[in-house]
């Protein structure tokens, strides 16, 4: 490892990208890997071999480009949301990350701004430093919450371009209320910001738990940015999209890569979509056991958060660490995100989250 760190220093890299660490969570080879907030229940059969079917049909045309537009995923994608889109207004990518990037690109790049409130995804300084934006940051208020007093306040104060809003948040869990993201976009109204909230986990909501999408018409700076990694159980098919007024799609266009979605994408993503509802299904099933854990976790004398999401993130922990590690030779792999006294586990199936359970009540 030393020896890649000495070659590295060797090249002219940028110096905004010195001394940085590329984005990623331990790969281990372990029974239960509840890490990364993945859906461990997998794609179900019907599904699958809807896919597999799809994706035969779309290998007999590659010798050609793939749709640049993606007309067929667009117009599945605003069937699947609703509240009145319509295919102008979305627009996918390679999952979000890429996305978020083109946004970035699009909006961001030297001399302009991107502001984060962390504890939040690890990705959005990454993306900025990937694409020459200056990213600072703004405090959370008391068990990492928001209030849209303070949003505005320090949306106003950073004179930021682009503001990150994760809801539900990551690693934290839990969402925020539509009046913060209101209070961000109109705070940015001087300096014609664009209010990006990321509900990679919306599907995960709590009952009750509005989206961001029912406050698209009328913001044209508002995007609002979704994936079908988690509720979908499509992580390795990378598949992130957005829905935002149709001059932001027309924007993203300038700094897309050629054909940048290809025809097998394309076609698992379709194949996919029209099978939605057997795909969410776990979704009720995966809340239970989040909530489940948010119980047992109380139980054991632990502070886990209110979670909006697929995973759980919980504190109180004298040496997260040993516990980290204890679980690890359970055969159970969970995350350590760099927050004092606290770690996130993913909501997985019944037996997976019963064998969290008893693993962490053993070493407490």
């Not at 940051?137 to 928001?146: E, F, L, N, Q, W």
């Not at 109180?316 to 679980?327: F, M, V, Y």
Request: net charge negative; charged share 20%.
């Amino acid at each position: 490892m030393s020896s890649s760190v000495e070659a590295l220093a060797n090249l002219p890299l940028r110096d905004d990208l010195v001394g940085l660490h590329p984005y990623g969570a331990p790969q281990l080879d372990v029974p239960i890997l509840l890490n990364v907030n993945e859906n461990t229940y997998g794609v179900p059969a019907d599904v699958h071999a809807a896919i597999v079917e799809a994706v035969s049909a779309a290998t007999r045309g590659l010798n050609r480009y793939p749709d640049r537009e993606f007309t067929e995923l667009r117009k599945n994608l605003a069937d699947y949301l609703g509240h009145g889109l319509t295919p102008e207004q979305l627009w996918a990518a390679n999952g979000s990350n890429e996305v978020l990037q083109q946004v970035l690109q699009a909006f961001g790049g030297p001399g302009r701004t991107a502001l984060g409130f962390p504890p939040t995804y690890s990705m959005y300084p990454l993306l900025a430093s990937g694409t020459g934006t200056r990213y600072v940051t703004a405090a959370r208020g008391a068990a990492y919450t928001m209030t849209p007093e303070d949003t505005a306040a320090a949306v106003r104060a950073s004179g930021a371009n682009i503001v990150f809003l994760c809801s539900p948040n990551n690693p934290t869990g839990t969402a925020l209320g539509l009046d913060v993201v209101e209070a961000a976009y109109e705070a940015g109204e001087d300096a014609r910001a664009i209010i990006i909230v990321d509900e990679a986990y919306g599907e995960f909501a709590q009952a009750g738990t509005a989206s961001a999408l029912t406050l698209l018409p009328g913001r044209p700076r508002l995007l609002v940015s979704r994936t079908m990694s988690k509720a979908f159980a499509l992580a390795g098919a990378r598949i992130g999209y957005l829905a935002a007024a149709p001059e932001v799609t027309d924007a993203l266009r300038l700094v897309r890569l050629p054909y940048h979605l290809s025809a097998i994408t394309q076609a698992a993503a379709n194949a996919a979509l029209t099978h939605a509802d057997t795909l969410l299904a776990n979704v009720e099933a995966i809340k239970v056991q989040r909530d489940r854990i948010v119980r047992e976790l109380e139980a054991l004398g632990l502070s886990p958060a209110r979670s909006d999401s697929n995973f759980v993130f919980f504190s109180g922990l004298e040496d997260p660490h040993r516990i980290w590690q204890g679980l690890l030779e359970a055969g159970v792999l969970i995350r350590d995100v760099g927050i004092p006294g606290s770690l996130r586990v993913t909501a997985g199936t019944e037996e997976e989250t019963t064998a969290f359970l008893t693993a962490l009540a053993a070493l407490l």
